[in-house]
Every structure is written in C-alpha cells, then in structure tokens.
C-alpha cells in the first residue's frame, strides 16, 4: 500500500515546501535557522521515547493510568512533555476487546509532544482514507492480526485534540523498570498501527 503513491507524493511535496521556504526566506519572512532549529527539535530531541515513557509510567503505576485516562494533557504535562501539537491530549487504552486506531483524515495531525514528527505514511492520503474505510485491512499490512472478537475503534485527530494509544502491556515483563518497559513500546504501537512487544 505504502511505497510508490508515497515516494510520488512525497517528491511533490517536498518541492512544493522547498519553493515555499525559498520565496519566504527571500521575504525575510522566516528565519532558515530558527526552522532548522524547530525541525531539529522534533526530530532529535522530541519522539516517541517520550510517549514510551508515559506508558511505561501508565504501566507501573495505576495512579497515573487513572489520571491519565482523566487529563491525559496533565498527566502527561507532568512528565515534562509539552508544546506544540499536545496542547489537548486524550489516552486510549486497548484492552483485549478493545484496541484503538488513530488517523487524521483531513490532514496530518498527530502528538508531537509524545511522538515526535509523523511518519511519511501517516500522512499519505491512503493511510487517512483506509484507517476508516477498512482498519482491520491496515492493521493488517502492519502486520497486526487481532481477535475477530477484538471491537476496533478509529479516532480522528484535530488540530485541537490529539490521541495517544496506550497499548497493552506484553506478558513476561512482571517487575520490569519503567525504563525497560519502555523498551517495548514502539511508535506505531502509540499509534494504533502496532502492538507493544518485549524487545
Ligand atoms: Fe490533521
């Protein structure tokens, strides 16, 4: 599903940016170093480790899960992520009859705060229109078979609020530190795309 509509779309769009970028540096509209310094920011020091970490905590300690399934935005503020694009957050919780899907259908809308810059297929217009139409297809091109009995619900994004999928947490990692809980749980597994796994 992903490749070749991506790496086309994806050329595209970058020579649309790079044209846009160009016109309004010359303005002197936009600083090139300081969005190469927003860009470095989400792409070095903001990612999914901090959205592993928030559900490793979720894990280890039932005060937080239960905060953070009422005020995901504090509870997670409480961590220390914040920012842009996490103003307004909401947990999902999979459970074995439940697991959560998360999409933007009108754009590309995703928790930068938790995870970082979105993946390229995210925000591919087949991703938006198939995480609705027939998720557990995509789940499955993910590599992801749940129950037939598992229900799936599709979440999606908008600029005001975004969704972090807290997955379930794998057998076999009883006593585990939050930081080697947090070494199960991948980005797409925030997303919906994935399941956590012991490393
Ligand atoms: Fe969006």
Known sequence: MHDHIETSETEEMTA??????????EKCLVDPASLDAIIETYSEHVGPQNG????????SDPAFADW?????TAAIHSLGFTGRQGEHMQALFNTPDSHNLVVCTLCSCYPWATLGLPPVWYKSPPYRARAVRDPRGVLAEFGVDLPAETRIHVWDSTAELRYLVIPMRPAGTEGWSEGKLATCVSRNAMIGTGLAARP
């Open 52 to 59: 592993a970490a928030v559900v490793a905590r979720a894990w």
């Open 68 to 72: 953070l399934a009422r005020d995901a």
């Open 16 to 25: 649309r940016v790079r044209a846009l970028e160009t016109i309004l540096v």
